[in-house]
C-alpha cells in the first residue's frame, strides 16, 4: 500500500512510519521537517503546514492516510478535502479525552462526547477545556469529507520509547532510582495506557484492512492495577525501592497535579478514565506485549537520553522529599492524637 502520514517524526507517528515500512509499504510524510528531520532517510518526504501550506499534497495519490497531528477541526477539514479524491481510506488519531463525563467506568464508542464550553464555540485555542471537544469536531470534519472511509482512533496515554511526556517514563526511572517513592492513593486502583508500538502495528493492520468506525485503544486486556504496574516497574530495574501510599486526600490538599507531577493518578472524580471499554479494540485484533517489555524498552531509551534533556511530568526530587516529610508528619499527629 501506498500510504500518507501527516506527522511522522516524533511519537506515534514515528512508530506508525517504523511498522508501516517493516510491513512493506510505501510511505510519504507530511510535515514541516522541523522535528528529527534526518529521520526515515529512505522514506519520501513532502514539506509544508497544515495550516495554510498544503501545496505538496496536490497531485498525488495514495490508498491511505493516517492523520496524526490533526487537533483543530478547520485544519483536519482542509487537509481531509484536498485529499478525499486522492486516497481511499483515512485514520484519523483522535483521543479518549472526547468523552463528556469520565467519572464513570465502562465508557465505549457510543458514550456520550463533550462539547465547546459556553462562550468558547469558535476557539480554536487548545486547553484542558477544549482539547477533548476540539478533537470531537475533528473527527467530524474528517468522517464528513469522506463519509464510509474514515477510521477513528481513540487512544488514551501511549507510553514506550520516544514519549516527549515522560507521563509513563516518570514511574519506570523513578522506582530504578530507588528508596522510598510517593506512590499515589491506593494499590488497587487502575490504570490503562498502552506501549506505542502495539498502537501503531494495530492502525496498520487496520489501515491494512481497511477497516471503518470508531475504536477505544488503550490497555490492557485485563485490569492492571497503579500497585501492579509499580511492582513490575521494580522487578524489571531489580530496584530497592519501597512504596509510600499517599492517599487522594492529601494529594489534593497539598495542590499535587494529577497525571502530571503523579502520571497515571487521577482523583476519583475522573475515575473512569482509567476503566475505559475496549473490547471493540480487542474484537478488532489489538494485542499488547508484555508489559516488563515496555518498562524494560523505556528504561533503556530514556538511559540513553542526556541528563540535561528536560522530563517534563512526574514530581520533582525535591517536591517528592517534601509531600513525604509532610505525610509522615501527618501520620504521627494521628497516631499521637
Known amino acids: 500500500m501506498r500510504i500518507l502520514i501527516l506527522g511522522g517524526t516524533v511519537f506515534l507517528g514515528r512508530h506508525l512510519t517504523e511498522a508501516a515500512v517493516a510491513a512493506g509499504h510505501t510511505v510519504t510524510l507530511f510535515n514541516r521537517g522541523q522535528r528529527n528531520p534526518g529521520l526515515f532517510p529512505l522514506v519520501e518526504k513532502l514539506r509544508g503546514n497544515r495550516d495554510g501550506d498544503l501545496e505538496a499534497l496536490r497531485g498525488h495519490k495514495w490508498d491511505a492516510v493516517i492523520d496524526t497531528s490533526g487537533y483543530v477541526p478547520r485544519i483536519v477539514r482542509a487537509s481531509a478535502e484536498l485529499l478525499a479524491n486522492a486516497i481511499s481510506h483515512y485514520t484519523f488519531i483522535s ?26 464555540q469558535n476557539s480554536e485555542e487548545i486547553t484542558n477545556e477544549s482539547y477533548g471537544p476540539l478533537k470531537v469536531l475533528a473527527e467530524r470534519a474528517a468522517e464528513q469529507c469522506l463519509p464510509g472511509s474514515t477510521l477513528v482512533i481513540r487512544p488514551g496515554l501511549l507510553v514506550g520509547p520516544h514519549d516527549p511526556s515522560n507521563r509513563f517514563t516518570y514511574w ?155 505525610w509522615h508528619e501527618r501520620a504521627a499527629e494521628s497516631k499521637i492524637s
Open 172 to 326: 519506570p526511572t523513578r522506582v530504578a532510582r530507588g528508596g522510598e517513592v510517593l506512590a499515589p492513593d491506593q494499590p488497587p486502583n487502575p490504570v490503562q495506557f498502552i506501549d506505542v508500538r502495539d498502537l501503531a502495528e494495530w492502525i496498520i493492520r487496520l489501515v491494512e484492512a481497511k477497516t471503518i468506525g470508531t475504536l477505544n485503544a488503550t490497555g490492557p486486556a485485563d485490569t492492571l492495577t497503579m500497585g501492579e504496574m509499580l511492582a513490575a516497574c521494580q522487578i524489571v530495574a531489580g530496584s530497592d525501592a519501597t512504596f509510600t501510599w499517599v492517599p487522594e486526600a492529601f494529594l489534593l490538599e497539598h495542590n499535587v497535579a494529577p497525571f502530571t507531577e503523579l502520571p497515571l493518578w487521577l482523583p476519583s472524580t475522573d475515575a473512569g478514565f482509567n476503566r475505559f471499554d475496549i473490547q471493540r479494540a480487542l474484537a478488532a485484533g489489538l494485542t499488547f506485549r508484555p508489559l516488563a517489555d515496555t518498562i524494560r524498552d523505556t528504561l533503556a531509551w530514556d538511559s540513553a537520553r542526556p541528563d540535561e534533556v528536560e522530563r517534563r511530568h512526574g514530581l520533582k526530587p525535591a517536591r517528592e522529599a517534601e509531600l513525604l516529610a509532610a
Open 95 to 120: 483521543t479518549l479525552s472526547v468523552y463528556a463525563d469520565t467519572s464513570r467506568p465502562g465508557l465505549d464508542e457510543r458514550s456520550p462526547v463533550g462539547t465547546m464550553p459556553n462562550g468558547l
